[in-house]
């Protein structure tokens, strides 16, 4: 069986087609224009475009699942808001089903990667599994027993929003100690540049070059080569976001519970200290059988691979 995942972003548009086992067979990616019916237009070039790429007919594949920001209505299909683009109540499946006479599915886009690394990735033969993203936001995803988690209103598995620091620092959502107010890669970079304005001896200014140079890469690097500010800001981030995996961990307790996004990217210099919080933290951790703490291993292609899957896992 073939089916054709969309992963909808705000400069493009990626179009994939699958196997059942989330195997890539051909993958097309185009530029997001502006208003609802050019997005379907071009969401429907991506996907005759990822079919060519293929090798196969559009009328091959079972369905077309997308991956879409904002806040969604899987059951109507309905986009209700997206900052982004500036979509209000946007009924994508509709224009899709359209111009590709397909079934179409509709997904929240951090739920189609969570899913995805469940399929095909880091998950894959588990029955649960909780996705982090470390991006610029915090965001995640749960499989539970082998079901898409979304909550009654689809507006579950907001883990950037739950708070880790009581009255900690602001969020973008308003509240104060945010997940995502430590361990975004936002959050990285802002902490970096704030030890930076504090100890102008830092390595990290020769690394950087400037404040606007800082990157998701910059205070591991500078800490790699002995930097003591650096150093302050990696155990900072490393406690936080122990903290926050060992909390979510104890929620669900899942078989995997995975890390994406870029801050992922150093590997073991950021997952053996988390594992090492988790192992100490993990209410479980007297148990046989523990969650695996691993890294994300699909990367772009997560959100692809989930969406175009979403079928098999309603």
Not at 286 to 314: E, K
Request: charged residues 20%; aromatic residues 6%.
């Amino acid at each position: 069986m073939k089916y054709l995942g969309i992963d909808l972003g705000g400069t493009n548009v990626a179009a994939a087609v699958v196997d059942s086992e989330g195997t890539i067979l051909g993958k097309v990616s185009l530029p997001t224009p502006r208003g609802a019916e050019a997005v379907a237009d071009q969401m429907a070039a991506a996907a005759r475009g990822a079919a060519e790429a293929a090798g196969t007919a559009l009328d091959e594949v079972v369905s077309v699942g997308i991956g879409a920001p904002g806040a969604i209505e899987p059951d109507t299909g309905v986009i209700k808001y997206w900052s982004n683009l500036d979509f209000t109540n946007v009924p994508i499946t509709a224009l899709m089903k359209a111009r590709l006479d397909k079934e179409i599915l509709l997904e929240n886009d951090a739920n189609a990667a969570a899913l995805g690394e469940y399929a095909a990735g880091a998950g894959k033969g588990s029955q649960s599994m909780v996705a982090v993203t470390l991006g610029t936001g915090v965001g995640g995803g749960a499989i539970l027993n082998g079901k898409l988690y979304t909550g009654f209103n689809y507006a579950g598995m907001e883990i950037g929003h739950f708070v880790i620091e009581h009255g900690g620092r602001l969020c973008t959502c308003g509240r104060r100690g945010c997940f995502e107010a430590y361990c975004s890669a936002t959050a990285l970079i802002k902490r970096t540049r704030q030890v930076m304005e504090e100890d102008r001896t830092s390595r990290l200014w020769e690394l950087a070059g400037s404040l606007e140079g800082v990157n998701g890469r910059t205070p591991f690097d500078a800490a790699a080569q002995g930097d003591p500010a650096a150093g302050k800001v990696i155990d900072e981030y490393v406690d936080y976001l122990g903290c926050g995996v060992a909390s979510l961990v104890n929620i669900f307790q899942p078989e995997v519970i995975c890390i994406g996004g870029g801050p992922s990217a150093q590997g073991e210099t950021l997952m053996a200290p988390v594992r090492y919080i988790l192992n100490r933290e993990d209410y479980a951790r007297n148990n046989l059988h523990r969650t695996r703490l691993v890294r994300a291993a699909l990367g772009n292609d997560a959100g692809l691979i989930g969406a175009a899957l979403l079928p098999l896992f309603r």
